[in-house]
Nanobody
Framework: QVQLVESGGGLVQAGGSLRLSCAGS????????MGWFRQGPGKELEFVAT????????RYVDSVKGRFTVSRDNAKNTVYLQMNSLKPEDTAVYYC?????????????????WGQGTQVTVSS
């Protein structure tokens, strides 16, 4: 079993930055590819970023490329999402997730474990 806990959300002005953290426990999270997803007001859950188990492979949704960076510290069982140049449209609840499937994944249904989410609000 895997438990994931996100932190680092909050209220920030447009153009600002936040760093989200996702701490894992239980099954060795460091061996699993991880992803970040978000759900904005009235929107469906969408893929944001993913990182392979060794932190070498990453992938991003086009809307955040060049602004967001996903990374991980396997010694701490923690995954991060550095968000820069934030825009009001980035406002959402952000979730981290872990998959037991091999390789990086972008589909919501490809992930097996989910955190409870952290709210990010970007004011204009």
């Amino acid at each position: 079993q895997v438990q994931l806990v996100e932190s680092g959300g909050g209220l920030v002005q447009a153009g600002g930055s936040l760093r989200l953290s996702c701490a894992g426990s239980g099954r060795t999270v460091s061996s699993l590819p991880m992803g970040w997803f978000r759900q904005g007001p009235g929107k469906e859950l969408e893929f944001v970023a993913t990182i392979g188990s060794r932190g070498v492979s990453t992938r991003y949704v086009d809307s955040v490329k060049g602004r967001f960076t996903v990374s991980r510290d396997n010694a701490k069982n923690t995954v991060y999402l550095q968000m820069n140049s934030l825009k009001p449209e980035d406002t959402a609840v952000y979730y981290c997730a872990a998959t037991t499937r091999v390789g990086i994944r972008v589909g919501v249904y490809e992930y097996d474990y989910w955190g409870q989410g952290t709210q990010v609000t970007v004011s204009s």
